[in-house]
């Protein structure tokens, strides 16, 4: 079993920046796939980022530029620097792991861009 835990959610003003963690612990294969959706109130969960375990990455169209999605394979620990937020990036972000058998997913931390 592999449980995720993350951290860095809160209030921000439109253009001000955040950055999130999440800690992965318990059987992680180490070929994986990590990230970040997003679901904002009445809309479908969407992929925000994902870093493979040899760092390739993938952003959503509307966050590249802004967003750096980045991981310690040693650490098992993937972060989210969010840079420039706008009031459309609101929503529950959740950390996902994905080893190719099974999907973990984080509790959520909730992310306000709201002046």
């Known amino acids: 079993q592999v449980q995720l835990v993350e951290s860095g959610g809160g209030l921000v003003q439109p253009g001000g920046s955040l950055r999130l963690s999440c800690a992965a612990s318990g059987n992680i294969f180490s070929i994986n796939v990590m990230g970040w959706y997003r679901q904002a109130p009445g809309k479908q969960r969407e992929l925000v980022a994902g870093?493979?375990?040899?760092?390739?990455?993938k952003y959503e169209d509307s966050v590249k530029g802004r967003f750096t999605i980045s991981r310690d394979n040693a650490k098992n620990t993937v972060w989210l620097q969010m840079n420039s937020l706008k009031p459309e990036d609101t929503a529950v972000y959740y950390c996902?792991?994905?080893?190719?058998?099974?999907?973990?997913w984080g509790q959520g931390t909730q992310v306000t861009v709201s002046s």
């Open positions: 870093i493979t375990s040899v760092g390739t990455t």
């Open positions: 996902f792991l994905s080893d190719g058998k099974s999907d973990y």
